[in-house]
């Protein structure tokens, strides 16, 4: 087998065949294959696309390139969830106790952020003494006693996605449905969940910025997870303004445990229990979606859920005093106030700004070496669909900084007014399963 059979096969149009698939993946995973000719494959595939049997031929061969993670040992099924990522989304942290609070095991790897905001694992560490690095050992006991660990990705977890995504980066092949998809299931079905929910945003704080492309997206990931021999369900939801009021990585733990304590923030509440919901039906504890999500939503008002994370955070070493006492959590120097300069209704909120003006601050990561400050981030006070005044507060910016003009700017420029309300946005688009 020839690699230049394979360029010219994709090249004209044809289906490749799983071995063809498979000899390019190993053959690029060990530096057989030059980046040249993998390159040349992958503007193919970004103009010809993949088939469903073709997509879920590079995902099996992208999972089987490197190390898979045996969760056999964890009693129950196992249901994992993911985001397509977003600003101000801090849902792991109450989707996991709530899961756990009806005994479904929630066993989850998480990554670092690089970009807007910090990811799971940076916003954790704001709570003192918290680990996110444990053995195999200690993280199939927590899971086992707690139903619920979070943990930083371990072993070499499809090593071809890696170098592939290294590559798609700089030859303009990101943007391709069948690469995108296999690149986020390859490390979900490496990760050895049961069962899988993954939350696709779309909108302008979204990698998918429309709902055609987000769609085409969620049903290419549920038929890949399904193809493989794993129960998939796609939630479509909304990312054209931040989820919830903060944005950053101390509050934003803060606002999760303020959900998980009973607080009423409306769509930050409602996809997680829309998320939980899908993972508990699918771990079979709950026949029907609405069974679910009324036991879960018991579950937030009784304090079960709270709990659950109470217990989580105090097993990882956490100091559970900062979660008892939220105003012991990181907080920033400073607190300035970003005012309105018209009358109207907040009509659009240009999310991915907002994650911008967070990161100037210090809350995300520009590079991969940088720092991240998790007292700052930013409060909003107006969202979608709320009346605003001339001089009236938009936004708090938590900083250690005195000058925010970076910030400020992008703030103002992120928020639309208008003199016409034209209502809330919808949150939940679309599921698929």
């Known amino acids: 087998m020839r690699m230049v059979d394979i360029i010219i096969n994709k090249r004209n149009g044809k289906e490749l065949t799983e071995e063809e698939i498979q000899f390019f993946i190993e053959g690029y995973t060990n530096e057989t294959i ?182 085409a997206l969620a049903k290419a990931m549920v038929t890949i997870g399904n193809n493989l021999g794993r129960n998939t369900v796609a939630v479509i939801s909304d990312m054209n303004q931040p989820l919830g009021y903060e944005v950053g990585n101390a509050n934003e733990v803060k606002e999760a445990v303020e959900v998980l304590q009973g607080k009423k923030v409306n769509d930050l509440r409602s996809l ?55 105003f012991m959590l990181p907080s920033s120097k400073y607190h300035l106030e970003v005012k309105a300069e018209q009358d109207g209704y907040v009509t659009g909120i240009d999310a991915e700004s907002i994650g911008v003006a967070a990161m100037y601050l210090g809350a995300g990561r520009s590079t991969k070496d940088d720092q991240i400050n998790h007292g700052v981030g930013i409060t909003l006070k107006k969202k979608i669909g709320d009346q605003v005044k001339n001089g009236e507060t938009l936004v708090i910016l938590h900083s250690d900084q005195e000058s925010t003009s970076d910030s400020t700017q992008k703030v103002l420029d992120a928020y639309k007014i208008e003199s016409t309300n034209k209502g809330e946005n919808k949150l939940i688009y679309k599921v698929i399963k």
């Not at 503007?43 to 696309?49: L, N, Q, R, S, V």
């Not at 469903?52 to 995902?59: D, G, I, K």
């Not at 990101?174 to 990760?191: C, E, Q, R, T, Y």
């Not at 504890?285 to 109470?310: P, S």
């Open 272 to 326: 997680s229990l829309e998320l939980a919901s899908h993972m508990t039906v699918l771990a079979e504890v709950f026949e029907t979606y609405e069974q679910a999500y009324h036991t879960l939503e018991e579950n937030l008002e009784n304090g079960k859920a709270f709990e659950a994370f109470r217990r989580f955070v105090q097993a990882q070493g956490g100091n559970i005093n900062m979660i008892d006492d939220l």
């Open 34 to 215: 030059p980046d040249y000719q993998a390159s040349s494959l992958l503007m193919a595939i970004y103009f010809k696309g993949m088939s469903e049997q073709e997509t879920a031929a590079l995902t099996k061969a992208m999972v089987e390139s490197g190390d898979t993670i045996d969760l056999s040992p964890i009693k129950g099924h196992k249901v994992d969830k993911h985001s397509t990522g977003g600003v101000g989304d801090k849902t792991t942290f109450i989707v996991g106790p709530l899961v756990a609070s009806v005994g479904v095991p929630v066993a989850k790897m998480s990554g670092r952020g690089l970009g807007h905001t910090g990811g799971t694992l940076d916003k954790l560490e704001s709570i003192e003494g918290f680990k996110i690095e444990m053995t195999k050992e200690q993280f199939i006991k927590n899971v086992n006693e707690n139903k619920l660990a979070v943990a930083g990705q371990t072993g070499n977890l499809a090593p071809a996605d890696k170098k592939l995504y290294s590559l798609r980066d700089v030859t303009g092949t990101v943007d391709s449905i069948p690469l995108i998809a296999g690149s986020i299931m390859s490390k979900k079905l490496a990760s050895g969940a049961d069962s899988i929910v993954l939350d696709v945003k779309t909108g302008t704080g979204a990698f998918m910025k429309t709902l055609s492309e987000s769609e």
